[in-house]
T-cell receptor, first 112, second 112 residues
Framework: KAGVTQTPRYLIKTRGQQVTLSCSPISGHRSVSWYQQTPGQGLQFLFEYFSETQRNKGNFPGRFSGRQFSNSRSEMNVSTLELGDSALYLC???????????FGDGTRLSIL | SQKIEQNSEALNIQEGKTATLTCNYTNYSPAYLQWYRQDPGRGPVFLLLIRENEKEKRKERLKVTFDTTLKQSLFHITASQPADSATYLCALPPYGNNRLAFGKGNQVVVIP
């Protein structure tokens, strides 16, 4: 069974731009969660999607958004990028939310 | 406020010894707690889940305990090997089963 796939692996953007990250979950998994990981804050929950609906949202500004498609693939978008958005963005899937999460290897986003 | 605390200092341990990591939490009443392993540049990998009615869980050389009175989980790696060197994260569901909150992780370095 293929694992969680995130694309791209690395991304460099400048302040003010926007970015879209993609996540393909494990086949059959309907829950997809997104996390931001930084050295200072650790893993911070962004949002969770289940069957194309956002079920949970973390404490991030509205610049961070996401969506899930009917095949469970998910995208997250960050608009008006700030230097502080530099981080590793991780996607995780599970059969049901909260169950052991299967993580991808993340997208490393650097803002110049 | 809610907190999940793991030791920020790396644990350096001699090969063959037992490594013990601590996860303390406050203002949570989790139904379960999970442990993950993360290697540099990779996403976390699920290791073990322990429920609130379980005192102890084992998987090969790994052992986890869960004390809901002390609000603490201990994670043990017995007969540690250099390949066990990684960062270990604890996670629990703060608001039910649909999301996870993570500690910042505890790095383990096993010295040959």
């Amino acid at each position: 069974k293929a694992g969680v796939t995130q694309t791209p692996r690395y991304l460099i953007k400048t302040r003010g731009q926007q970015v879209t990250l993609s996540c393909s979950p494990i086949s059959g998994h309907r829950s997809v969660s997104w996390y931001q990981q930084t050295p200072g804050q650790g893993l911070q929950f962004l949002f969770e999607y289940f069957s194309e609906t956002q079920r949970n949202k973390g404490n991030f500004p509205g610049r961070f958004s996401g969506r899930q498609f009917s095949n469970s693939r998910s995208e997250m978008n960050v608009s008006t990028l700030e230097l502080g958005d530099s981080a590793l963005y991780l996607c995780a899937s599970s059969l049901e939310g909260g169950q052991p999460q299967h993580f991808g290897d993340g997208t490393r986003l650097s803002i110049l | 406020s809610q907190k999940i605390e793991q030791n920020s200092e790396a644990l350096n341990i001699q090969e063959g010894k037992t490594a013990t990591l601590t996860c303390n939490y406050t203002n949570y009443s989790p139904a379960y707690l999970q442990w993950y392993r993360q290697d540099p540049g990779r996403g976390p990998v699920f290791l073990l889940l322990i429920r609130e009615n379980e005192k102890e869980k084992r998987k090969e050389r790994l052992k986890v305990t869960f004390d809901t009175t002390l609000k603490q989980s201990l994670f043990h790696i017995t007969a540690s090997q250099p390949a066990d060197s990684a960062t270990y994260l604890c996670a629990l569901p703060p608001y039910g089963n649909n999301r996870l909150a993570f500690g910042k992780g505890n790095q383990v370095v096993v010295i040959p």
